[in-house]
T-cell receptor
Framework: AQKITQTQPGMFVQEKEAVTLDCTYD???????LFWYKQPSSGEMIFLIY??????QNATEGRYSLNFQKARKSANLVISASQLGDSAMYFC????????????FGTGTSLTVIP | EPEVTQTPSHQVTQMGQEVILRCVPI?????FYWYRQILGQKVEFLVS????????KSEIFDDQFSVERPDGSNFTLKIRSTKLEDSAMYFC????????????????FGPGTRLTVL
């Protein structure tokens, strides 16, 4: 069963604008963690931001924020003031604390920042 | 900041050959992982490893694959008799605690090894 869904295969954003990348997840567990990773064309996986299921506040890390809506099971990534270097693939992922053994990854969203 | 390292960054091999992908997890981490990403596709879990044994593996991780922690620092993925469809990016990851704590834990990914099977 698909645990992480990213419905936007590709997104474009103007430089300096904000962009939201969608992610919905599926689990009956109460305790889980949600992550966003950035993968540039060089291929490495760069951790961006984390949200725990019990965290009441939305996570923020610099220009990245996570719009966590638990009832809707969504964990959208918001990138403010987009930069050309933000062009990359972005993956949403989930880990369940009961097992904790593996990430479940979405299919990714390719973001292109236009000058 | 400590990081997971992987070697080589790119491995080219002939179909049918054996390859060993190497990873050095972060030193105080206890859980180790291998993931695979076929070009243009999502990242897939292969195997997790704890206390010198496999704790979980996916359907992808068949008899062709094996993992080992030969010493206190390296964590290896061996692929026997490689196939064309094994061409992918292979990521190693590690994390510090045995039981995942969503408030504090994250997995740390290495930069990946790009395997090309000809």
């Amino acid at each position: 069963a698909q645990k992480i869904t990213q419905t936007q295969p590709g997104m474009f954003v103007q430089e300096k604008e904000a962009v939201t990348l969608d992610c919905t997840y599926d689990t009956s567990d109460q305790s889980y963690g949600l992550f966003w990773y950035k993968q540039p064309s060089s291929g490495e996986m760069i951790f961006l931001i984390y949200q725990g299921s019990y965290d009441e506040q939305n996570a923020t890390e610099g220009r990245y924020s996570l719009n966590f809506q638990k009832a809707r099971k969504s964990a959208n990534l918001v990138i403010s003031a987009s930069q050309l270097g933000d062009s990359a693939m972005y993956f949403c992922a989930m880990i369940l604390s009961n097992t904790g053994n593996q990430f479940y990854f979405g299919t990714g969203t390719s973001l292109t920042v236009i000058p | 900041e400590p990081e997971v390292t992987q070697t080589p960054s790119h491995q080219v091999t002939q179909m049918g050959q054996e390859v060993i992908l190497r990873c050095v997890p972060i030193s105080n981490h206890l859980y180790f992982y291998w993931y695979r990403q076929i070009l243009g596709q999502k990242v897939e879990f292969l195997v997790s490893f704890y206390n010198n044994e496999i704790s979980e593996k996916s359907e992808i991780f068949d008899d062709q694959f094996s993992v080992e922690r030969p010493d206190g620092s390296n964590f290896t993925l061996k692929i026997r008799s490689t196939k064309l469809e094994d061409s992918a990016m292979y990521f190693c990851a590690s994390r510090p605690w045995t039981r995942y704590n969503p408030s504090t834990d994250t997995q740390y990914f290495g930069p990946g090894t790009r395997l090309t099977v000809l």
